[in-house]
């Protein structure tokens, strides 16, 4: 299985773009069922070898040094209102990989900090929207 970085249209050159804005594309277009959730045995190997984290979501620029790789699959509501979600988002602390939860989708989703992995088709190199 090879996982690669999706960048939304909207979010080149490091533009934000609204995490439902964003949450809301990937559902719309299908890409949600290529996003990586916690249950995934790839994130759960990251998490036990944290060595065999993918480099292309390590921090490459030390300006950067809280990248997020969001898991859009793995969502749950914070409250009772449809529009409060929280997602699961990967981040190295020290040595480790470690699973945190995310409820602020209200705020610029960056594609240099925020980061969507996806589970790459065998058929394309690039995923486009």
Not at 27 to 33: A, D, F, N, P
Not at 82 to 110: C, H
Request: a negative charge; proline letters at 5%.
């Amino acid at each position: 299985m090879k996982i690669e970085s999706y960048t939304h249209p909207d979010q080149f050159g490091c533009y934000p773009m609204s995490g439902f804005r964003l949450y809301d594309y990937l559902s719309e277009t299908g890409l949600i069922e290529r996003c990586l959730s916690v249950g995934d045995p790839v994130v759960k190997g990251w998490c036990e070898h944290p060595e065999t984290y993918s480099e292309q979501f390590r921090n490459f620029d030390p300006e950067f040094d809280n990248k997020r790789v969001y898991l859009w699959k793995s969502t749950r509501h914070a409250s009772d209102s449809l529009r409060t979600l929280e997602i699961a988002y990967l981040r190295i602390s020290g040595d480790k990989v470690i699973v945190e939860w995310d409820q602020n989708l209200g705020q610029p989703f960056y594609n240099c900090l925020h980061l969507t992995a996806i589970v790459s088709t065998e058929s394309s190199k690039k995923v486009s929207a």
